[in-house]
């Protein structure tokens, strides 16, 4: 299977940075899209940014110019680097993937467990 390790949420001043990392490990034969999508209380996962693995990205309107997605492929890892950040960015970010465990098999879509980040003064 695969796992998901997602780190680097935490608190930020309105303005300020944070990096979030998504590390995929176990049996992946290929990965393809990498995503992030947040989450609010009581509001439906929305989709922040995704990069397909020959790094094409694509981005919701409410962050265009201010978050940055990347990967490295030879590590499996994605990032997600969110600048002037502000209060509405508060939520929950999960990881989201695409693998393909067998060469012959198709993807699946695995999440991570979430990390929070909080943008406040």
């Known amino acids: 299977q695969v796992q998901l390790v997602e780190s680097g949420g935490g608190l930020a001043q309105p303005g300020g940075s944070l990096t979030l990392s998504c590390a995929a490990s176990g049996s992946i034969f290929r990965l393809y899209t990498m995503a992030w999508y947040r989450q609010t209380p009581g509001k439906q996962r929305e989709l922040v940014a995704d990069i397909t693995r020959g790094g094409n990205t694509n981005y919701a309107d409410s962050v265009k110019g201010r978050f940055t997605i990347s990967r490295d492929n030879a590590k499996n890892t994605g990032y997600l680097q969110m600048n002037t950040l502000k209060p509405e960015d508060t939520a929950v970010y999960y990881c989201?993937?695409?693998?393909?465990?067998?060469?012959?098999?198709?993807?699946?879509?695995?999440w991570g467990q979430g990390t929070q980040v909080t943008v406040s003064s």
């Open positions: 989201n993937v695409r693998v393909a465990v067998r060469f012959d098999l198709d993807a699946n879509e695995y």
